[in-house]
């Protein structure tokens, strides 16, 4: 064999041990990928208005899988979780346009990898306002809900819901074991846990149907923002 001959095939065998590796990253990546999408963190899409103006419709969020699993969850985080029971029938829910053909095919892949959403209108998203135990009441003197006799004054409430917070719906309740109660940031415009003290659960979200905590907006751009639990409002809450 001669040194050109030699050459070459150092060069087919560099090049073949280049796409080896490109291609072993890659498979490794997806690997990584979907094991973290499965058991670390996820995403969604916000399909309703129930959070406004906290969360807008379509907005992206990306979810932390750990809570309440290993992380416990705590007063005024953001969840989603699956229908408890007949809760999406009184959703109002507006699903963006479902991608067809190549960008389809793109879209399924992203969402195998956590980075694009298939089934976000299969699910809820509130706020905690009640933990296991807490005695959760609606509404006081001055239209707001309380928390162990704590009164809250929640600045994430969309500020035109307020009324309706008020005079919709009253209610005395104390969170049962391993459950939650839940409420939309957009009081007037949210079938969350006072619309559904009629349903299989009360009313309350089984800590089993909770998919994970949102921690921040990714899409668009321009709502790119960390969510708050707002800390503050809980103060002298028990189990804060």
């Not at 408890?84 to 095919?105: D, I, K, Q």
């Not at 969402?111 to 959760?136: A, C, F, Y």
Request: with cysteine.
């Amino acid at each position: 064999m001669t040194e050109t001959q030699e050459a070459k095939q150092r060069g087919h065998r560099s090049g073949w041990l280049f796409v080896r590796d490109v291609l072993i990253v890659l498979v490794a990546a997806v690997l990584i990928s979907v094991v973290v999408k499965a058991f670390v963190i996820r995403s969604f899409y916000i399909p309703s208005g129930s959070m406004e103006n906290t969360l807008q419709v379509q907005d992206r969020i990306v979810v932390d899988e750990l809570v309440p699993k290993v992380i416990p969850v705590q007063h005024g985080d953001v969840v989603v979780f699956q229908d408890p029971g007949g809760w999406l029938t009184g959703e109002t829910a507006v699903a963006p346009p479902r991608p067809t053909g190549f960008a389809g095919a793109i879209d399924w892949v992203l969402s195998q990898v956590g980075l694009s959403t298939t089934d976000s209108d299969d699910h809820l998203v509130k706020r905690v306002i009640g933990l296991p135990g807490d005695h959760v009441s609606c509404c006081n003197a001055f239209g707001q809900v309380s928390v162990n006799g704590i009164p809250l004054s929640e600045p994430y409430i969309l500020p035109e819901s307020l009324t309706d917070q008020k005079s919709e719906y009253t209610f005395s309740i104390t969170v049962p074991k391993d459950s939650l109660w839940v409420m939309g940031d957009n009081r007037g415009d949210s079938r969350d846990s006072r619309f559904n003290r009629d349903g299989p659960t009360k009313g309350f979200v089984p800590y089993k149907d909770v998919v994970g905590r949102a921690f921040v907006i990714t899409w668009p751009v321009s709502h790119w923002t960390w969510l708050d639990d707002y800390p503050h409002v809980f103060d002298g809450v028990t189990g804060r």
